[in-house]
């Protein structure tokens, strides 16, 4: 089947230190890959997306890369500020499958991050 | 231009009764995804609909139900409300269904006593 697994939170950094978060993947066919953010109280904003293998996704200094010899798509960011605290979804969706029938995500279980000053 | 507008924004209701959320997608979308968002976990995907025919179902009860309208806004509708319902759930919608163009609304907090 498919699934994400993504590492368990929560996680605290302090401001300035390194992230990262795994994200570990099944999947039928050949995925697409994708990073989305949900602050508090808030959907979900779409933070970077990878579509093919050794893609390398980025947006306000985050990156993934999409390893498919490990089935991988990890977070990292180099720098993190408390602005950053929210909980991350990991998830995919099958890039092969034509639009209109029925494609649906399979998100992880989501990583909190609370970055502290 | 207005996003993926969700109502009610929060709702509280009693086991057994029934409950209607509501999606309206970002104008020019013909596809709306309704997913389930328990707390502490990830989202699930509930229905697709595109051109007001289903396109998807995930594995959920029959008590669950969608349709989607001619101006492409969509209704959730859940049966026999138990419990285990409380959720977000969280309506996300793209032009034609295509896996780059999915935008999410806000969500509706459904609290069930």
């Known amino acids: ?117 | 231009d207005a996003g993926v507008t969700q109502s009610p924004t929060h709702l509280i209701k009693t086991r057994g009764q029934h409950v209607t959320l509501r999606c309206s997608p970002i104008s020019g979308h013909k596809s709306v995804s309704w997913y389930q968002q328990v707390l502490g976990q990830g989202p699930q995907f509930i229905f697709q609909y595109y051109e007001k025919e289903e396109r998807g179902r995930g594995n959920f009860p029959d008590r669950f139900s969608a349709r989607q309208f001619p101006n492409y806004s969509s209704e959730l509708n859940v049966n026999a409300l138990l419990l285990g319902d409380s959720a977000l759930y969280l309506c996300a919608s793209s032009q034609q269904g295509e896996i780059y163009g999915y935008t999410f609304g806000s969500g509706t907090r459904l609290t069930v006593v």
Not at chain 1, 48 to 73: H, M, P, V
Not at chain 1, 87 to 98: M, N, P, Q, T
């Open chain 1, 1 to 117: 089947g498919n699934s994400v697994t993504q590492m368990e939170g929560p996680v605290t950094l302090s401001e300035e230190a390194f992230l990262t978060i795994n994200c570990t993947y099944t999947a039928t066919g050949y995925p697409s890959l994708f990073w989305y953010v949900q602050y508090p109280g808030e959907g979900l904003q779409l933070l970077l997306k990878a579509t093919k293998a050794d893609d390398k996704g980025s947006n306000k200094g985050f990156e993934a890369t999409y390893r498919k010899e490990t089935t991988s798509f990890h977070l990292e960011k180099g720098s993190v500020q408390v602005s950053d605290s929210a909980v991350y979804f990991c998830a995919l969706i099958l890039g092969a499958r034509k639009p209109r029938t029925g494609n649906q995500f399979y998100f992880g279980t989501g990583t909190s991050l609370t970055v502290i000053p």
